[in-house]
């Protein structure tokens, strides 16, 4: 167990390692440090797995799936030098973010092979290998393809479910990222057909024994409600899953931001705040 009282286990992402971050990884961990964290987790996103995933801002910077792979082996040998270099002053616990797109469950375990991480964060950040996350339109427009917003709720819990069954991620990066560009997602994430879903997804993610992000990342952006809407926190709580907050920081201004704020509603809600230690669980 982790006994700090300020922890992000999905954070750190740098304009190093990072095409749409900002500062330097070394800046974002000591401002990490200024702010008083003793134990900090730091998932930057894994590579892709083939071209046509490449993100527009890396396709701009004219990077490769080599360069890629290459930049995220830089990122982990940087990693371990920082966590060597400030071992006195804070804790690292050293991740990775992962992509649920096809390829991508086969390179996560060639990846962990490979650079022996403390853990990682399960994200989904596409439906049907397309990106539902990087613009407003992109999001809709996969709505469209879907028949409506519900259905691709239900694809999205969906392949959640199977990348958790498949992974066994000791974080579950932003459970209900679906709901981005929805102005309507409390009603909708009440719906049965999608709750049932919600409900499953939950069980899973208890009975594997992983926790939940409680990803703060809305609020930097001026939104009101981080990732996990109140009705899920109370799905959660009432099957004693773990929750620990993910500033989600992308430049050395967020590391941290809202993480007091975020601790002090999981204790009010009744949430343990002994946060679980990181660990890798997925299946070889």
Request: charged share 25%; aromatic share 10%.
């Amino acid at each position: 167990m982790i006994d700090s009282k300020l922890i992000s286990l999905h954070g750190g992402h740098s304009g190093q390692f990072c095409c749409h971050a900002q500062d330097s990884l070394e800046d974002l961990i000591k401002a990490y440090i200024s702010k008083g964290f003793k134990a900090v987790g730091i998932s930057e996103h894994m590579p892709p797995p083939e071209h046509r995933f490449l993100y527009p801002d890396e396709l701009e910077q004219g990077l490769s799936v080599k360069a890629l792979g290459d930049r995220f082996s830089r990122y982990f040998l940087e990693l371990e030098r920082l966590r060597q270099k400030y071992k006195s002053d804070i804790r690292i616990f050293k991740g990775f973010e992962t992509e649920t797109v096809t390829g991508s469950p086969a390179q996560v375990r060639s990846l962990i092979r490979e650079f022996n991480p403390d853990y990682i964060v399960g994200s989904v950040h596409h439906l049907n290998d397309r990106c539902f996350d990087y613009s407003r339109q992109d999001y809709e427009a996969i709505a469209n393809d879907f028949n409506g917003f519900d259905a691709m709720y239900m694809a999205y819990f969906d392949t959640q479910y199977e990348m958790i069954l498949d992974l066994h991620p000791f974080v579950v990066g932003h459970f209900d990222l679906i709901r981005i560009y929805d102005p309507d997602f409390e009603a909708r994430l009440g719906k049965p057909e999608i709750g049932e879903r919600i409900q499953r997804n939950l069980s899973m993610i208890k009975d594997l024994g992983l926790v939940l992000d409680y990803n703060l990342r809305p609020l930097a952006k001026g939104e009101k409600t981080p990732y996990l809407a109140s009705t899920i926190l109370a799905r959660a709580k009432a099957l004693g899953i773990p929750v620990v907050p993910g500033d989600d920081a992308h430049s050395k201004e967020q590391a941290g931001m809202f993480v007091d704020r975020a601790v002090q509603s999981l204790k009010n809600m009744g949430f343990s705040t002994t946060w679980p230690r990181p660990r890798c669980m997925t299946p070889a």
